[in-house]
């Protein structure tokens, strides 16, 4: 049997719905042509003009490179063609309205992880979809601060040596890979289900220094591998891209890390709650895992602004609840207690 289509995939979710499913149906299906632009321009590397240099810093103070503002030109074109009232980018300072009377608003990424853009490692773009909500002439940002439980979906691209979409609509992730053959994605995952263990963490070592006691103690448990509390060996990962970390988590699962700490401006986390964190938990839920800020649910904070920053955990439900009880009470955790030490009698 031929794997569905996009496409297909799509026609099926709208059939027989309200007309908001219409919405987000064509929504998506404009993302996704502009994701074809988009690699078709990362494809041809530093021979593009769009690979000329960095521009200094965008809305929230990261580096913005050339690729960035393009990527982001490129999707918001494709949002003015699509049932969508509200764009909002980390490229932006505020939200853009392109149709009052449209039933979406959708918030991007345009390019996760442009810091690797030189050295051709995995990038991509992440996006959420919201319901347009408030008065049009009201603050652009309002249709944004919504908990992600109000998320009609979510999705991400990667640009790596496949083009690949990961999108949930509400029921189940799946995983999309572009066919240059067909011109059209098709399905190659259906419904992702995340193991509740792993043996697999990403995290950057190299902040160590800085982290809370909370976040260290769970690290060193899991570096001294079989001979520590832990009672098994673990592999480390770090891509410096979220979408890309996501992805390997999806397909062969694990747990990120992305903790707030003692660097001045870092206390708060670094990545975005509205679009990189809240799409993010989303998929990850709908494939049976976890997210959150370390100890609360991602999807249950209400952001008071556009370019809220958050830490984040997410990946192995069992593993991201368990980092939780480090931060609330590492005293509970039944290794860590003294009775219960690396050569102690009950040890699991």
């Known amino acids: 049997m031929t794997a569905p289509t996009l496409d297909a995939f799509l026609n099926s979710y709208v059939r027989g719905q309200h007309a908001r499913h219409e919405a987000v149906a064509t929504t998506v299906r404009k993302l996704a ?14 021979l593009g003009a769009a690979f000329a240099g960095t521009r200094g810093a965008n ?17 918001l074109d494709a949002m003015r ?3 969508v009232a509200f764009y909002a980018s980390e490229e932006l300072e505020q939200p853009v309205l392109l149709d009052s009377s449209a039933a979406l608003a959708v918030a991007i990424d345009p390019l996760d992880g442009s810091s690797s853009i030189d050295v051709n490692m995995s990038i991509g773009t992440i996006f959420s979809l919201l319901p347009a909500t408030g008065a049009p002439d009201a603050d652009p940002a309002a249709p944004f601060l919504q908990a992600g439980t109000n998320m009609l979906g979510a999705g991400f691209f990667i640009y790596g040596p496949q083009l690949a979409l990961v999108l ?7 995983v999309f890979v572009f066919s240059q053959r067909l011109g059209a994605f098709i399905q190659a995952h259906e419904s992702r289900m995340l193991p509740p263990r792993t043996q697999e ?3 950057n070592t190299s902040n160590y220094r800085h982290w809370d006691e909370a976040v260290r103690l769970y690290v060193d448990d899991c570096l001294k591998g079989s001979e520590g509390p832990r009672d098994k060996d673990f592999n480390m990962r770090w891509l410096a891209c979220l979408a890309a970390e996501c992805y390997r988590i999806l397909i062969r699962g694990g747990v990120f ?14 990545l975005r709650l509205v679009y990189e964190a809240n ?22 904070i209400e952001p008071e602004h556009l ?3 958050t830490p984040l955990v997410f990946g192995a439900a069992r593993e991201v609840e368990r980092i939780a009880r480090y931060h609330l009470a590492p005293s509970a955790i039944g290794e860590r207690a003294p009775l219960f030490g690396n050569r102690g009698l009950f040890r699991a």
């Open 168 to 174: 949930s609509l509400g029921s189940g992730t799946h």
């Open 279 to 300: 799409p993010i938990a989303f998929l990850i839920e709908q494939a049976g895992g976890a997210a959150t800020d370390t100890v609360n649910r991602i999807l249950e």
């Open 257 to 270: 890390l992305y903790p707030g700490d003692r660097r001045r401006g870092y206390h708060h986390g670094r």
């Open 59 to 75: 809305a929230t103070g990261d580096d913005q490179k050339d690729l960035d503002v393009f990527a982001d030109d490129i999707f």
């Open 33 to 46: 042509e502009a994701a074809v632009k988009v690699r078709h321009t990362i494809s041809q590397g530093a």
């Open 307 to 309: 370019h809220q920053r």
């Open 81 to 83: 063609h699509a049932p």
């Open 201 to 203: 963490f990403a995290i």
